[in-house]
């Protein structure tokens, strides 16, 4: 089992920043981590993953280059900032497990329960 605890979410005017948090405990040691989001009435997507070294990351096209995610393995904590933020970008953003690369076709097998990212115009 893996439990994952989202926090660093909150409201912010477009081209601000916010940074993400994600504690991983439990059955960490074999795990990509990643986030995802869900806008209303829309389906949730895949934004970023990363794998257990670090080595692999993988970023949806519509975040490339204003997100960045890292972690921490000592911490348990994988990390997500944005950046130049937009309107669009709201959305509640859940933290993922998986123990296979983590990516817009796949499903994680873990979720935290979510944390809103708001985006003022």
């Known amino acids: 089992q893996v439990q994952l605890v989202e926090s660093g979410g909150g409201l912010v005017q477009a081209g601000g920043s916010l940074r993400l948090s994600c504690a ?27 794998s257990r070294s670090g080595s692999i990351r993988s970023y949806a096209d519509s975040v490339e280059g204003r997100f960045t995610i890292s972690r921490d393995n000592a911490q348990n904590t994988v990390y997500l900032e944005m950046n130049s933020l937009k309107p669009e970008d709201t959305a509640v953003y859940y933290c993922a497990a998986s123990v296979s690369r983590l990516g817009p076709s796949t499903t994680p097998g873990y979720w935290g329960q979510g944390t809103q990212v708001t985006v003022s115009s």
């Open 24 to 50: 991983a405990s439990g059955r960490t040691f074999s795990n990509y981590l990643g986030w995802f989001r869900q806008a209303p009435g829309k389906e949730r997507e895949f934004v970023a993953s990363i």
